[in-house]
């Protein structure tokens, strides 16, 4: 089914999910030159920052201040990932008109991610709604723990429908389904998958792989072979979720350009331009542990 895909869209998200875990508090200005060099590279959406709160997520403390001071380019779109009416408001104040917001299948990642049940958290998304319809967002929706949770194991994917099902009713327009722990095998992506695309057309639906045990680059050729044009991943493979133990690295965007290249799939990135970002990055990370040893 590869050959019927001409080109995928990358989602960056290296400067949200990639950084919240970085312990080393990253300057402000450093954010923006690492965004604007992002930029440059032709990606078609970047999701900037998180207005979570700073008790939460010390690094992205400055979320406002890093959304004001970066170059936008028209032909990108920029993201804000958001948690509650608060962080939405925020984020409508910074201009955004793309937000993310989340949600998990499994109730204990939801409790220590969010602090709440997987239904009161989709309350909470509801309750925004108004919101963002009078501000005409465009809303992207993670789903974390699709196929496995940290603390609950192997997610059944009836549970998953459940909350697709949800998600699409308030008007999400663009779905990603989160293996969180890194832990599916391709297998195991293509049984879900095929369970989720006998109810839902794959223009819904974007990957988020992590690259914990290895799979992230096989589950991507399965998403490719099974119809999925949008992939989620962080330049030089940084980041990961703060809740989910030992599941640090996000699938490095270098490798799903690489990955596209080889079957003749566009996507529209200078893979230099991105790769450079990258290491200017990983280089202040490098040198934020080197200054505090």
Same mark, same amino acid.
């Given at each position: 089914?590869?050959?019927?895909?001409?080109? *995928?869209?990358? *989602?960056?998200?290296?400067?949200?999910?990639?950084?919240?875990?970085?312990?080393?508090?990253?300057?402000?200005? +450093?954010?923006?030159? @690492?965004?604007?060099?992002? &930029?440059?590279?032709?990606? =078609?959406?970047?999701?900037?920052?998180?207005?979570?709160? =700073?008790?939460?997520?010390? /690094?992205?403390?400055?979320?406002?201040?890093?959304?004001? #001071?970066?170059?936008?380019? $028209?032909?990108?779109?920029?993201?804000?990932?958001? =948690?509650?009416?608060?962080?939405?408001?925020?984020?409508?104040?910074?201009? @955004?008109?793309?937000?993310?917001?989340? &949600?998990?299948?499994?109730?204990?990642?939801? /409790?220590?991610?969010?602090? %709440?049940?997987?239904?009161?958290?989709? +309350?909470?998304?509801?309750?925004?709604? $108004?919101?963002?319809?009078? #501000?005409?967002?465009?809303?992207?929706?993670?789903?974390?723990?699709?196929?496995?949770?940290?603390?609950?194991?192997?997610?059944?994917?009836?549970?998953?429908?459940?909350?697709?099902?949800?998600?699409?009713?308030?008007?999400? #327009?663009?779905?990603?389904?989160?293996?969180?722990?890194?832990?599916?095998? $391709?297998?195991?992506?293509?049984?879900?998958?095929?369970?989720?695309? @006998?109810?839902?057309?794959?223009?819904?639906?974007?990957?988020?792989?992590?690259?914990?045990?290895?799979?992230?680059?096989?589950?991507?050729?399965?998403?490719?072979?099974? !119809?999925?044009?949008?992939?989620?991943?962080?330049?030089?493979?940084?980041?990961? %979720? =703060?809740?989910? $133990? !030992?599941?640090?690295?996000? *699938?490095?965007?270098?490798? *799903?350009?690489?990955? %596209?290249?080889?079957?003749?799939?566009?996507?529209?990135?200078?893979?230099?331009?991105?790769? #450079?970002?990258?290491? @200017?990055?990983?280089?202040?990370?490098?040198? !934020?542990?080197?200054?505090?040893?």
């Amino acid at each position: 089914m590869t050959d019927n895909i001409k080109q *995928v869209r990358i *989602v960056e998200v290296g400067p949200r999910d990639g950084l919240q875990n970085i312990s080393s508090i990253i300057s402000t200005k +450093k954010k923006v030159e @690492y965004i604007n060099r992002l &930029t440059k590279s032709g990606l =078609p959406e970047i999701e900037v920052t998180s207005f979570v709160s =700073p008790k939460w997520v010390p /690094q992205l403390a400055d979320s406002f201040e890093v959304s004001n #001071s970066i170059t936008k380019d $028209p032909s990108i779109t920029y993201t804000a990932l958001i =948690p509650n009416q608060r962080g939405l408001d925020r984020a409508i104040d910074a201009g @955004y008109t793309s937000i993310a917001v989340l &949600t998990a299948t499994s109730e204990t990642f939801s /409790q220590k991610n969010t602090n %709440c049940s997987i239904s009161d958290g989709l +309350k909470v998304l509801k309750s925004m709604v $108004p919101s963002w319809s009078k #501000s005409s967002l465009r809303v992207r929706g993670y789903i974390s723990t699709v196929w496995h949770c940290p603390y609950e194991g192997a997610i059944n994917a009836k549970s998953v429908l459940t909350i697709i099902d949800q998600l699409l009713d308030i008007g999400i #327009s663009e779905i990603s389904l989160g293996d969180t722990i890194g832990k599916a095998t $391709p297998d195991e992506i293509k049984r879900t998958l095929e369970t989720i695309l @006998y109810r839902f057309d794959a223009s819904h639906f974007a990957f988020h792989m992590h690259d914990t045990f290895g799979h992230a680059e096989e589950n991507i050729h399965v998403g490719l072979e099974m !119809g999925i044009t949008t992939y989620d991943s962080s330049a030089g493979g940084l980041g990961g %979720c =703060p809740y989910a $133990p !030992g599941a640090s690295g996000n *699938v490095a965007t270098e490798s *799903v350009i690489s990955i %596209c290249e080889s079957l003749g799939i566009h996507t529209g990135v200078d893979k230099n331009l991105l790769k #450079s970002a990258g290491d @200017y990055m990983i280089g202040v990370i490098d040198q !934020g542990v080197f200054e505090r040893a």
